[in-house]
């Protein structure tokens, strides 16, 4: 079982930045691919980021040369880095943990990005 709590969201101008956390507990962290997830009002939640437990990247094309995903094993955390942050970064963004047939979900935070 695997804990995952979100923060670091908000309310932040177009070309601005943010910087999502996500902290786990209950298991061993280092095992998991972690991701970043968004879901914006009336869409499908889409993928953004995720990093594999081997540190392999992998990102959504919309984010390229923007965001960057990170992870501290030894804080059993995964970052989001968001800069240059548009009008349609603004969503719901999620974290998950998968290993093999198994994935958990964080509760969320959200990004608004307004002028």
């Known amino acids: 079982q695997v804990q995952l709590v979100e923060s670091g969201g908000g309310l932040v101008q177009p070309g601005g930045s943010l910087r999502l956390s996500c902290a786990a507990s209950?298991?061993?962290?280092?095992?998991?691919?972690m991701g970043w997830y968004r879901q914006a009002p009336g869409k499908q939640r889409e993928l953004v980021a995720t990093i594999s437990r081997g540190g392999f990247l992998n990102y959504v094309d919309s984010v390229k040369g923007r965001f960057t995903i990170s992870r501290d094993n030894a804080k059993n955390t995964v970052y989001l880095q968001m800069n240059s942050l548009k009008p349609e970064d603004t969503a719901v963004y999620y974290c998950?943990?998968?290993?093999?047939?198994?994935?958990?979900w964080g509760q969320g935070t959200q990004v608004t990005v307004s002028s």
């Open positions: 998950n943990a998968a290993w093999g047939v198994v994935d958990y």
């Open positions: 209950g298991s061993i962290f280092r095992n998991y691919n």
